[in-house]
């Protein structure tokens, strides 16, 4: 299977099962000299890994990361960086009755039509268990970025489960740490709970909308035409299992404005350019403004689920199936920290070509 690979410069290819012995990520581009340390990590890998809570899959991994190259003395030395996390809570034996069936919403189907042959111990590859391996990605991602842009900071949260949204007026970046659900909005957090815990115990699932914010950041990173920003976003977010859309700025509702009303008016401020909005969410023909950028992504309902779905088998015969095993109710939850670590890799790789075609500074200073 070819395809397993992301990034121009700072390149991350992703290999392994949900069911196989171990599953990691080589890291190639990561400039020499870099802090690296497996702890902090770590600190990434523990915010995604499994059965922290009732609302997320009870599958028990440490998702404990090893470096097994291109560290030396706590540095990075400029050789690819090989990251492996072991499966230590594999059931294999929960997937026995779906080995002849496809779970509908799943992959399943459409990895038997194109390869004739498919892993359903957990869906293989397809098995949000790979994400695993971004977010160790991108924990090297954010130790190069905190040398080379150390005012930049990275946060993800949801804004909606289901029908229900945040409400802005609520919105606190502190809460985001403080609930299972990454929510920047505490009252959003309690009904939330009320209503996962509902679909829960019925055996169904919900999706998600996740936010992404990246401050701090520079003008100039990304380029015109093929070589965009939010189009290296906007791909490295659908690659995410289960996402099933992606928005930069103000998105699908930038369609309603006027010219007028999205048009982020231009001021000179003491430091630079400034704007009196941000419905670009930050970048502009392809390239970053110096404002926050935002990304958004729609995350779909978890197709592994108890409540029974009409199906056929490999052979094609009319079929019912119910998937058990240990799965998230909503997977949106732990879609935010894959998020974070998705925008961590593709910054990283635009500031490693932005120096490449223009150097340390920008094209052309204003002021």
Known sequence: MSMNSFGHLFRVTTWGESHGPALGAT?????????VDTAEIQRWMDRRKPGQNKYTTQRREADEVEILSGVFEGQSTGTPIQLMIRNTDQRSKDYGDIAEKFRPGHADITYWQKYGIRDYRGGGRSSARETAARVAAGGVARAAL??????????GYMVQMGPHGIDRNRFDLAQVEQNPFWVPDAQAAEDWAAYLDGLRKSGDSVGAVIELRASGMPAGLG???????????????????AVKGVEIGDGMAAAALTGSANADEIHMGANGPEYSSNHAGGILGGISTGQDVIVRFAVKPTSSIL?????????????????????????????VPVGEA????????????HRGQVGDGNGGQIG
């Open 146 to 155: 905190a040398q080379m842009l150390p005012d930049l900071r990275i946060t």
């Open 27 to 35: 890291v190639d581009g990561c400039p020499p000299g870099i802090p």
């Open 342 to 353: 998705m925008m961590a890799c593709v910054l990283l790789d635009h500031v490693l070509l």
């Open 223 to 241: 380029a015109p035409i093929y070589g965009k920003l939010d189009t290296d976003l906007a791909a490295a977010m659908m690659s995410i299992n």
């Open 307 to 335: 409540t029974p779905r009409a199906t056929i088998t490999k052979s094609g015969e009319a079929a019912e199936i119910v998937t058990k095993g240990r799965h998230d109710p909503c997977v949106g939850i732990r879609a």
